[in-house]
């Protein structure tokens, strides 16, 4: 069993940038295949982006290439979401994903741990 736990969500101006991490317990961190996914109110949930445990491969949403970039630390177990250039309509609730595998994927139904989110808020 996985427990994820995200933070560094806020409140910034559009043009700024924010840092959201994601400390994971339990299980084996680096067998694990993790995501961020955010949700808008009233959108649905959008896959954002993703990283493989060895090796670190990373793969995103094409809209979100290059200012939204995902990273992780195996050693501390956690993932990181660099978010640049933010604009208004990146305003959601930005979740962590854990999936007990290693092979990339961007549905959010094949994750198996959620965290409880952070609320990113960006003004224009």
């Known amino acids: 069993q996985v427990q994820l736990v995200e933070s560094g969500g806020g409140l910034v101006q559009a043009g700024g940038s924010l840092r959201l991490s994601c400390a994971a317990s339990?299980?084996?961190?680096?067998?694990?295949?993790m995501g961020w996914v955010r949700q808008a109110p009233g959108k649905e949930s959008e896959f954002v982006a993703g990283?493989?445990?060895?090796?670190?491969?990373?793969f995103n949403a094409d809209s979100e290439r290059g200012r939204l970039t995902i990273s992780r630390d195996n050693a501390k177990k956690k993932v990181y979401l660099q978010m640049n250039s933010l604009k208004p309509e990146d305003t959601a609730v930005y979740y962590c994903?854990?999936?007990?595998?290693?092979?990339?994927?961007?549905?959010?139904?094949?994750?198996?741990?959620w965290g409880q989110g952070t609320q990113v808020t960006v003004s224009s």
């Open positions: 994903a854990a999936r007990r595998s290693m092979w990339a994927t961007m549905k959010e139904d094949d994750y198996n741990y």
């Open positions: 339990g299980g084996t961190f680096s067998s694990h295949l």
């Open positions: 990283i493989t445990g060895i090796g670190g491969m990373t």
